[in-house]
């Protein structure tokens, strides 16, 4: 495999120079921000590590849409599932007071689960092209739903976050679409509705912890 094979799967990116995508590569300072407010706001060990791995998507797509190449894409797609596998446990840990070890378990399953919906999703006119990520959406819209009566305030949480997640998606998708129309794409708004959301997930996590303190 050439780890320094060119890639071009973007609006903005005419070429393969450094600063072919200005905005998508400026607008991940979302993430940066976002991990930064984060940081100050949690005090629990997974909730820093969220806060770590966030900042780290924000790098890894700095990478990715400067460099473009296969090296710098896995830079970009492993920070992201590095953050999932972890909300997936914290919130198996803490929103479903899960032991550590089926916490884990419930991490494993998230393996099956993604591929099999992502076959789904990819098998769909229009959901295809975001197809790895819209099982993510699912899933944390369905969580919510399983604890609206459990935990109402982090089901709403949770309900928004999908929301968010959903409305970037839409905007990931349509980027090469409506070129002709928006040169520079619809991708950057992907990077700064992520970098909320993502900053929002964090939080919902933050106050369900501190509810649960406050009550016992």
């Known amino acids: 495999m050439d780890w320094t094979q060119a890639l071009d799967g973007y609006c903005e990116r ?3 120079e450094y600063w072919s995508e200005p905005v998508n590569a400026l607008t991940n300072l979302a993430f940066l921000v976002a991990a ?20 780290m998507i924000g ?12 090296w710098s894409a896995l830079a970009d797609v492993g920070p992201i599932v590095g953050f999932i596998l972890v909300y997936v446990y914290a919130a198996n840990l803490h929103f479903w007071n899960m032991s550590r070890f089926w916490s884990g378990i419930g991490v494993l399953l998230f393996f099956p689960y993604v591929m099999g919906a992502a076959y789904l999703f990819n098998a769909l ?27 109402k305030r982090t089901a709403g949480g949770l309900a928004l976050g999908a929301a968010i997640l959903a409305l970037s998606l839409f905007l990931r998708s349509i ?14 708004l992907w990077h700064i509705l992520n970098g909320i959301m993502l900053g929002w997930m ?7 912890i501190a509810e649960n303190r406050a009550s016992a």
């Open 36 to 55: 930064l407010v984060m940081w100050r706001r949690v005090t629990d060990p997974l909730g820093r590590l969220l806060c770590i791995l966030l900042g």
């Open 175 to 188: 980027d090469e679409m409506v070129c002709a129309q928006l040169p520079v794409g619809t991708h950057f």
């Open 125 to 151: 006119p229009f959901f295809h092209i975001s197809a790895g990520y819209w099982p993510v959406a699912l899933l944390i819209g369905g969580y919510g739903f399983a604890l609206r009566h459990r935990a």
């Open 59 to 70: 790098i890894g797509s700095y990478l990715f849409h400067t460099h473009a190449q296969i």
């Open 14 to 16: 005419v070429g393969p």
């Open 202 to 208: 964090i939080e919902v996590h933050r106050r369900h």
